[in-house]
């Protein structure tokens, strides 16, 4: 059936009233239809288009705006944001991603899990556990920034230096001109490190990853600076989003008493349980994809430069692909994938590390405080149409 | 010895493609399409890259 873009009913999925309860406001429009305008473009609020706009090849991310909205102006940082991975599209952005997929590939990163196993010990050890604790600051926040020193064979005393980088360099997604010149600043820090790491590990090559990404140069695959920008990239795409999703997951395991003890006395369920966990609560609200040609798609003709907003909230809990979408239910026989770390070309490159980070930390939470409790519940802050996180997880570990 | 895909695991992510053109296509829908089955002697080093590129660790080889 024909269709056009324009006789679509509108929702305001881009307004702060609509996160007051986004979970009922999906729900009741994936009732009516599976596609809506919103404020900037469209929204999808069914698994089974948001997946296939994911793997369409006419289609990709948004990307080279985020700093033109930020108001950057080094021409550095301009040059790393158009020009980094993420920003690439068609042959240069599977030259640049398979150049590394093998070390985040299920294979490799089994091999490096145990090491990062003992990362999280190494936190939990110099944890105070005999009061309340705040999780996320405490633990959660600390497990990807090691792991970014782990991944480029750096000195994990510079623990704080990679977080404030962190922080600062991920304040490009909140648009505000105000911030431009800390995100500049921590960006020509990073910038200098990371040569810094260059140049000292181009004397012995090791196992790790910066090692890795350098083969990669000296076989040709990667030009000097595609490497020097893969190992900045790492650092932005690791942290945020793995330690939110773990204090998420947390806290849901925490709000099903029945169910973690479960996990805790079977903890082989745990990778499928804290799979069920990011489908019921994950860190990214929504996948973005925008039309690089004009296009016909399911009836509609769609204009290049078309953008689309692939709700996860509402595809996670499509009634048509999930019995009882909003229970938490670690026992699903075989779920369909969650879309929280998107798909097609550019899914999630990390993604089977961070499962495995958020995977490890458990095992150790169970394995050292298996009576942890939360001391009151969790809220959540809804930060539209990117991501969701906690206000704080709040524990007792040994109670 | 024979390559094997997971279709229900598969998310069109294309490393395959691009790691064993020989064996794997993805089509502009993001549909993977198993170009050839039978794997020939001397491609195993291209099949065994895309193996363990796959991001959802959809591809196998299966013995005879």
Known sequence: MQRTLEDLAYVPSLSSDWWIDPYRNFAAVAERDWIYRNDKGYEIVRYKPHQNLLRNRKLSQEHHLVAERAGIQDPDVKRFRTSFMIATVGDTHVRLRSSVAQFFGVQHVEHIRKDINALIHRIFDEVETDREIELYDTVCKRIPALTYLYLIGGDYGDEDFVARMSDSILKIFRADLSLREEIEGAYQELFEYVEGKISEREQVLSDDFLSHVLRQRDAGVLTAQEAFDMIVLTLEASTDNTSHQMAMVTSVFMEHPDQWSFIKEHPEILTKAVDEAIRYRPRSLSNSRVALEDLEWEGFSIPKGTEFFLSVLAANRDPFIYRNPNAFDIHREAPPPHQMFGGGMTVCLGSVLARMEIQEFFKVLIERYPNAVATKPTTFEYIPPVVAQTCGVHLVLEP | ?64
């Not at chain 2, 024979?2 to 490393?15: A, F």
């Not at chain 2, 002697?41 to 005879?64: F, K, Q």
């Open chain 2, 1 to 64: 010895m024979r390559v094997q895909v997971d279709r229900e695991k598969c998310i069109g992510n294309g490393m395959c493609a691009a790691l064993a053109p020989k064996y794997f296509d993805i089509d502009n829908e993001g549909n993977l399409i198993i170009l050839s089955e039978a794997l020939d002697r001397g491609d195993e080093a291209d099949v065994e890259s895309a193996i363990v590129s796959c991001p959802v660790g959809a591809i196998r080889i299966l013995e005879n």
